[in-house]
């Protein structure tokens, strides 16, 4: 989304026409990244819209809020509710992305955010199809460190954060790749710039732990239910570099990307070189699920419908 991505934004609880939607220069979160958002789909099917693991989505965003005592003037529900109204208002009929963000507006230089600190928040939606063109992608283990806890914790999803995931990818595609994969500082596989990363080995599927700087993403929470469900044993812990070069399959979970497989991680290839079988399967039940096309109960309570 480059440019204007639908008649009207929402803006600290109104709608706004999205040429309106200005804010001053000297806004707090332009000059030191202090902005928290997420990032949500909706897909259309079945004529409707469906909106994946909306509530989910905002809880995160309070708590990467209350990591930096960033005030947000809204509950969840209101936020929840404000993006479905949002999208009624513009009338959007087909799959979309949904950005809700908070940040500090006019703080001066003060480097001291508290709750007192003016904050706004809007959500902007736009029609949004596929992220990766490709059905697997190539990945490149990248020279740059995962941000750690001890210096920006990665499981805010804050704005500042990806200046670490953009070094990442910047430096991936200069080398031919098509996404990134990064070390957490003491050399474990961490995650990819806007991915979690998935493991399969001897049918078992890893993924990284909370200790290992990632962001515990609504897709990975997702995947390991998705996984037990589907009969798989699924393991949280510290994965080594070259676990990933003897590993059956990887895949790579995220909002915009959703499932997609590595076919090579540092071009060597994995597996036969193409999407494994098991990420298939969860790949499609996914797709399923977020579409609303799954018969299984449990899983119709992660979709909130806009019409
Ligand atoms: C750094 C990072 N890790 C993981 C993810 C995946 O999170 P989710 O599945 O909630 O989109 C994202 C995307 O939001 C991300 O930016």
């Not at 707090?28 to 990032?39: C, Q, R």
């Not at 078992?204 to 037990?228: C, H, N, Q």
Request: charged share 25%; net charge neutral.
């Amino acid at each position: 989304m480059k440019n204007k991505g639908a008649e009207y934004i929402w803006f600290d609880g109104k709608f706004i026409e999205w040429e309106k939607a200005l804010i001053p220069i000297n806004t707090h979160a332009l000059h030191y990244g202090t902005s928290i958002f997420e990032g949500i789909r909706a897909y259309k099917s079945n004529n409707n819209l469906h909106i994946f693991k909306l509530k989910e989505h905002m809880e995160r965003l309070f708590r990467s809020a209350s990591i930096y005592s960033i005030k947000i003037n809204h509950t969840i529900d209101e936020m929840v509710d404000g993006t479905v109204q949002l999208l009624r208002k513009v009338n959007m009929r087909e799959s979309c992305y949904i950005r809700p963000l908070s940040f500090v507006g006019v703080h001066g230089i003060d480097l001291n955010v508290t709750y007192e600190s003016p904050t706004h928040t809007f959500i902007i939606v736009f029609p949004f199809a596929r992220y990766f063109q490709t059905e697997g992608i190539r990945v490149g283990v990248s020279s740059w460190r995962r941000i750690h806890d001890s210096s920006m914790p990665p499981i805010a999803k804050s704005g500042a954060n990806y200046l670490n995931s953009i070094l990442a990818t910047q430096e991936c595609k200069r080398n031919g790749y098509d996404e990134a994969i990064m070390l957490d500082k003491n050399g474990n596989v961490s995650e990819a710039p806007g991915e979690n990363i998935f493991v399969i080995k001897n049918k078992t599927i890893f993924t990284p732990d909370m200790a290992s700087s990632i962001l515990e993403g609504v897709t990975r929470d997702t995947v390991i239910e998705l996984a037990k469900d589907l009969g798989y044993t699924i393991i949280q812990r510290p994965i080594l570099r070259s676990e990933l070069y003897i590993a059956e399959e990887i895949f790579l979970t995220g909002t915009a990307a959703e499932i997609i497989g590595v076919v090579s991680v540092d071009g060597r290839n994995i597996g036969n070189g193409k999407e494994g079988q098991i990420t298939k399967k969860i790949r499609n039940t996914y797709n399923e699920i977020v579409t609303c096309n799954n018969n299984n109960e449990k899983y119709k309570g992660w979709t909130t419908e806009v019409w």
